[in-house]
């Protein structure tokens, strides 16, 4: 045991150093990928060496390359950083060493686990005796779903593709909004739709799904009578928007439809009184997907993949066939993702939402979307600068405009690759900076900086640090 005292000390040491680290230091990291390799001994050693030195020299030669986007001024992708509850959960996790799989190997983890997927759907305002289950992302979250989709829709055309598969089935037309995260066609790609036949249905100037344009699509794209998903979006990746979910929900019911929703991080809106309206109908979809490693704070990975009834999530998923569950019978987490051995995934989620409660989580959420409004705010008409979407959430788009924004009496084309070249230079130097990380995207064919706050450590004083980066880069592009 004091082999484990000192190494654990040890380890407990060196982790209170990185977080120590995270506020002050660079935020993306300068050492190249040669000089990072370089950190690290490349030849698999003859004998084994002593486990204190290798984890001394595993946190000395990663820390060159470790980007601090647990701190509060990472605003890349959609990326939260970790309450403080959540690491040491993760901890005891790994310490417990525990197959998550089946309630036999691990009746503690099972039991977290069904509590806390009671929980997350408390805090979404989802029915309650939905299916729950813990994947690595939202990724497979929406694989998840989308494979319960394709069952239930599949089942009532009298095909059982659990046994034969889709060889010889009824076609299925699947739906997504335009601007569908990448994630939902690699999912239906895994799952042998095809990722390119979705129909693809028209959405607004945000992003967001037209209903009506759907209503049409569902009439008027191939068998009307056919096999029918639809997968709208709560939260677009880049401007926030969320489908009009009520709308979507009463024309999938109409058409006969499997609704699901994707809501990585835009589901967690419905927990907040002040953003809840964002998501109404959400609760009226077939199944949703959220991330706890995006806004829910947690540390990497956890995906949550949710189906309104449960039979169809089982029997897509489930090792053991256990189409119908009983309530008194105990939950083999297995049943519910597409894993079979797996660590206690959900210990974190629990963690998170003990420490936070209903009114700590909505503040969270909150929080960071007033600080995405006040970058907005800070930045919009100074320096060339325009925001290029709606701040209804946590996501705000950065264009800088050529010449500080006067007319280059050029033409259009020309202003815009100007911009564009403007916009990417401004990026490339804020992430030199070092004050702050944000990445880029293109928004309706324009070059932006996209800025998403998702990190329950961010303040007003961290947006305004932030904020003078952008314009410094600003003035000297
Ligand atoms: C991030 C994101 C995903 C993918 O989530 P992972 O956790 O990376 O698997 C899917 N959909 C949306 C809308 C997202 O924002």
Redesign the pocket.
Known sequence: MDDWDDLLEQTARLAREWLASVDGRRVFPEASVEALRAGFPQDLPEHGEDASKVIEELARAAAPGLVASPGPRYFG??IGGSLPATVAADWLTSAWDQNAGLYVSSPASSVIEELAGRWVLEAGGLPAGAGVGF????????FTCLAAARSAVLDRAGWDVEALGLQGAPPIRVFVGDEV????PAALRLLGLGGKTAIRVPVDGQGAMRAEALREALRGAGDASAPTIVAA?????NSGAFDPLDEIAEATREAGAWLHV?????FWAAASPALRHLTRGMERADSW?T?A??WLNVPY?C?IAIVADPRWQARAMALSAAYLIAADHARDPYDWVPESSRRGRANTVYAALRTLGRTGLAALIEDDCANARRFAAALDGTAGIRILNDVVLNQVLVRFEPHGGEAAGGSAAGDTAAGDARTRAIIAAVQRDGTMWAGGTTWHGLAAMRISVSNWRTTEADVARSVEAILRAAAAA
């Open positions: 992708f959609v994947t690595t992302g939202a990724m497979m979250a929406n995260h990448a994630t939902v979006q709560a939260g677009n990746v994707d809501g990585a991080f835009g997907t991330d490693h995006k990975d995906g």
